[in-house]
């Protein structure tokens, strides 16, 4: 079977059609069941927590700016390959150094930069997306198509929660890292 919208477009759903017994059986499986229920569950947990890490994150991010004189702007000359040992190796007119400062003060690994995955974020932008900044929280490998928290896991979300912070005064000390562990 093949669908064609506007002509443009072309979708090859035979492979549905070959192993339709097949998914038949899933369907009715419990342990399939049970897995859908799983990947429901992360999606709640996302969408629940999602909105309430951003918001924190769009507060620090105002608060550092206001702190460090900072326009918001996209910075033109830093990226992440400019950062070593957790320090940038240039300065430019948007502070980005005086930002990593107090990003890297807010890191549960702050005294250990080499811990924190500085290629998840386009650190350009730090100014202007407050995500960019969440993601250096979060585990190795955030693409740039993580650009909020509808577009990240529910693992990478308890990352953040675990690893900055400023989440911690709403959250009692060990809640987040118990949640994380058993997910
Ligand atoms: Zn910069």
Not at 11 to 40: G, P
Not at 91 to 120: F, Q, R, T
Request: aromatic share 10%.
């Amino acid at each position: 079977m093949q669908f064609c919208f506007a002509g443009t477009l072309q979708v090859n759903f035979s492979f549905i059609e070959m192993s339709s017994c097949e998914l038949q059986k899933r369907w009715q499986s419990d342990n399939y069941k049970n897995y859908l229920k799983v990947i429901e569950a992360l999606n709640y947990l996302r969408d629940g927590l999602g909105p309430f890490s951003e918001h924190v994150m769009l507060d620090f991010q105002s608060e550092i700016l206001i702190k460090n004189n900072v326009e918001p702007r996209e910075c033109t000359t830093c990226s992440s390959k400019h950062i070593k040992k957790g320090k940038l190796q240039l300065e430019c007119s948007n502070n980005c150094s005086k930002l990593l400062k107090d990003i890297l003060n807010e890191h549960k690994s702050g005294k250990n930069p080499m811990a924190v995955y500085w290629k998840n974020s386009q650190i350009h932008k730090w100014s202007v997306d407050a995500w960019e900044i969440a993601k250096l929280y979060m585990g190795r490998g955030q693409s740039e198509d993580n650009n909020g928290p509808r577009t990240s896991d529910s693992a990478a979300i308890l990352q953040l929660l675990s690893n900055c912070k400023r989440y911690q005064i709403f959250i009692p000390c060990g809640e987040v890292d118990k949640v994380r562990y058993k997910t």
